[in-house]
């Protein structure tokens, strides 16, 4: 079955620490990753994407995620979090094969920033 | 502006009513998807536009649930005898193609009473 699982709810960090969001899923042809952000009264915005090629990708606002074929995983980090950062954050899988363009969502990660 | 609207960005109705939800994807893209998020949760998908067809509608719940998109722009989702359990934040995308990324809209909040 086609998956995404975000172990993590929700997430409290202080501002300027590191951030790991996990994301691991189960997809049964080549995967497509992404990573979105939500916060609240916006629309879900890009941070990055993975297609092919480098396994370590960058995003916008400084995020960066790796994915790791043996562990099925696309794990989102930043290294210094600011506060404008607390919103929600989800991890996507698709596929470019067929007519399939679906993308599969996890239930998100709420993150919040303490001063 | 140049990103995807949908209107109206809050929807209101009584069970049993019949509701449309319309989708302005970024001028030029090809590709348009429509998800729904209830809360808590993660987008769900419901379908998949490639100009004017439907590639993919295999995420419509029932035979309530319509979408078309006329003339390879505009969308407009439709649901007949809208129950409670529609209630949700109905999301559209669209892509340059269909193998580009997803841009998506505010959403409509659809509050059946």
């Known amino acids: 079955a086609q998956s995404v699982t975000q172990p993590d709810i929700h997430i409290t960090v202080s501002e300027g620490a590191s951030l790991e969001l996990r994301c691991n899923y189960s997809?049964?042809?080549?995967?497509?990753l992404f990573w979105y952000v939500q916060s609240p009264g916006q629309g879900l915005q890009l941070l990055l994407k993975?297609?092919?090629?480098d396994t370590l990708v960058q995003g916008i606002k400084g995020f960066e995620a790796e994915f790791k074929r043996s562990q099925s995983s696309f794990n989102l980090r930043k290294p210094s979090v600011h506060w404008s950062d607390a919103a929600e954050y989800f991890c996507?899988?698709?596929?470019?094969?067929?007519?399939?363009?679906?993308?599969?969502w996890g239930l998100g990660t709420s993150l919040a920033v303490n001063p | 502006g140049a990103g995807v609207s949908q209107t109206p960005s809050n929807k209101v109705t009584e069970k049993g009513k019949y509701v449309e939800l319309r989708c302005d994807p970024i001028s030029g893209h090809t590709a348009l998807y429509w998800y729904r998020q209830s809360l808590g949760q993660g987008p769900e998908f419901l379908i998949y536009?490639?100009?004017?067809?439907?590639?993919?509608d295999s995420g419509l719940p029932n035979d309530r649930f319509f979408a078309v998109r006329p003339e390879g722009s505009v969308s407009t989702l439709k649901i007949q005898r809208t129950e409670r359990g529609d209630s949700a934040v109905y999301l559209c995308?669209?892509?340059?193609?269909?193998?580009?990324?997803?841009?998506f809209g505010p959403g409509t909040r659809l509050t059946v009473l």
């Open positions: 996507a899988v698709g596929s470019l094969t067929g007519n399939n363009r679906k993308l599969i």
């Open positions: 993975y297609f092919s090629g």
């Open positions: 997809y049964g042809a080549t995967p497509y």
């Open positions: 536009f490639q100009g004017t067809g439907a590639a993919d």
């Open positions: 995308a669209s892509s340059l193609s269909s193998y580009n990324e997803q841009f």
